[in-house]
């Protein structure tokens, strides 16, 4: 899951006055409550956090390991404070799971979008193959990431098609509870194509039946499970 996707920029003066604004703040308020916010595989974490120092625009943070974990994945941050207007990103410069301590800098105002999302949006465990019918022909690729109201496909060869163009979906998923594989033929609308080179992004909103929809919540649930427990393994 591409990091950009989950967030806008909210700059109000230029990058460097807002970030130095930022510093400033939380210079002023070095007992501020602070609470962090990143997705692991699509899965939203939580939690508070406490300011441990500030140095040369490099903010040290205590944190749960939980969140000191996925942090080390993904290298970034988000941070909410009643001190700001809009939420805050930043890059992760240092992480230590066993400490429970971060340092991050790079600070700018955004807009966290992935909060916009009305479903759970999971990465799978492993790329399921796809086959979608489309107005310019078969287009095979990857399904990386789904919810019950969409899906975003990886792409080799680019194919051109309009946002709004519909399509068919087909692909297979494992029923780890029942351990038996499925398949699913979805209808689905192009959104966009996200990137300029391979591979190429495809978004989809998709429409599942009451049956698909009912497989799809069980597969979701249980990919939820076990990102929870891959988290909790982490940090043992």
């Known amino acids: 899951m591409n990091v950009l996707d989950l967030y806008s920029t909210r700059i109000q003066k230029t990058f460097d006055e807002d970030h130095d604004e930022i510093v400033a703040i939380f210079k002023a308020n070095p007992k501020a409550s602070l609470k962090l916010i990143n997705y692991y595989k699509g899965l939203l974490l939580s939690y508070p956090a406490a300011i441990a120092g500030l140095d040369r625009g490099v903010l040290d943070l205590d944190l749960q390991a939980e969140q000191a974990f996925t942090v080390e994945h993904g290298r970034y941050v988000f941070i909410r404070s ?49 086959r979608m019918t489309t107005p310019a022909g078969i287009l095979e690729g990857q399904l990386h990431d789904l919810s019950l109201s969409g899906l975003n496909v990886a792409v080799q060869d680019y194919c051109p098609l309009e946002p709004g163009s519909e399509v068919n979906i087909s692909f297979s998923l494992f029923d780890n509870e029942h351990q038996e594989s499925f398949s699913l033929n979805l209808p689905g609308r192009l959104i966009n194509i996200a990137d300029i080179e391979r591979p190429y992004c495809y978004k989809f909103v998709i429409e599942p039946d009451k049956a698909a929809e009912r497989r799809l919540s069980r597969f979701i649930f249980q990919r939820q499970v076990e990102i929870i427990r891959e988290i909790k393994d982490g940090v043992l």
């Open 82 to 130: 009643p001190l700001f207007k809009f939420d805050l990103f930043a890059q992760a410069q240092y992480v230590n799971v066993r400490k429970k301590a971060a340092s991050f800098v790079k600070f700018c105002y955004v807009e966290i979008m992935a909060e916009r999302r009305n479903f759970l949006r999971l990465e799978l465990d492993q790329p399921a193959d796809v």
